[in-house]
């Protein structure tokens, strides 16, 4: 990920910068059946291939880095960190896991475990979503505070947020993969959930790139791009466009430029073009 994720207030004294932060005496084995998930992590999904690869690598190498975890009673402790590695040892059949105890509060379980997730770009829009929201809903911090925690801009997490808005069928659409979240944004615009879903299937039955979403949206909002006007014509052109009309009773359209032009005469009837002519002829009509 470019740049460099600054963890919020607190949270770099629960993950070390740096794998030499910790002492060898920070680091005990506990059984891995006494360790809980931690129930604020954002990510819904693990794919199994990749966690099975994790825990062919575990096999053979063991767990290198500490899983991070709070005590949460007697013998019982619940995960703020590493939350792959330790699906992939219970996979690898793993008896114990290295830790590192720390102390956390709830938001710190959340926040831990998204900038986690936010570093190895696992989340999805919509699990990002879900966690930014619960930072902010129930533990009030404003958009700006959880920007600063996981190294975003203010307004790519109000935009995050936003799909959470979405019909459940483009929210589906967007957790399968089938849309990207431009794709998302874009369709935010439209009001109605109707009108979400027929877009979607526009979409995804033209295949369209996010660009495109945003022309076929601004359509179905009754969007007219504005017609340019061309520029108004010299003054002395203008002048003369009236003295043709007046010498020939009729409009007179004139467009000149430094390589020629053309004149276009206007008439209305049979009779108007048989005056016309004989203006320009001298003759009599």
Do not use: C, W
């Amino acid at each position: 990920m470019a740049g460099k994720i600054r963890l919020g207030k607190g949270l770099d004294a629960l993950i070390p910068p740096s794998d030499s932060a910790l002492k060898l005496s920070d680091v005990q084995q506990v059984p891995i059946d006494q360790i809980q998930p931690n129930p604020h992590q954002p990510r819904s999904t693990f794919p199994k291939e990749q966690l099975t690869e994790l825990a062919i690598s575990i096999k053979a190498h063991g767990v290198i880095q500490p899983l991070i975890v709070k005590r949460s009673g007697p013998g019982q402790y619940t995960l703020i960190a590493g939350e792959r590695r330790l699906h992939a040892a219970r996979l690898a059949g793993l008896a114990e896991v290295p830790v590192v105890l720390r102390e956390a509060d709830d938001q710190a379980l959340v926040e831990v475990a998204l900038v986690e997730n936010v570093q190895r770009a696992d989340l999805g829009p919509l699990e990002a979503a879900d966690a930014y929201q619960q930072l902010h809903e129930e533990f009030r911090l404003s958009h700006e505070q959880i920007a600063e925690r996981v190294g975003k801009s203010r307004v790519a997490i109000t935009n995050t947020i936003g799909l959470l808005d979405l019909s459940e069928a483009v929210k589906k659409a967007l957790a399968s993969g089938q849309i990207s979240e431009g794709h998302g944004r874009a369709l935010k615009a439209l009001d109605s959930a109707q009108a979400q879903s027929a877009a979607l299937r526009t979409i995804i039955s033209q295949d369209l790139n996010v660009r495109q979403t945003e022309d076929l949206v601004r359509k179905l909002k009754g969007y007219k791009p504005k017609k340019v006007r061309k520029p108004a014509a010299p003054a002395e052109i203008r002048a003369l466009q009236d003295e043709l009309r007046d010498a020939l009773g009729t409009k007179v359209s004139l467009q000149h430029s430094a390589k020629g032009g053309r004149i276009t005469l206007y008439y209305y009837s049979d009779e108007e073009l048989d005056s016309l002519v004989a203006r320009l002829l001298k003759r009599r009509p």
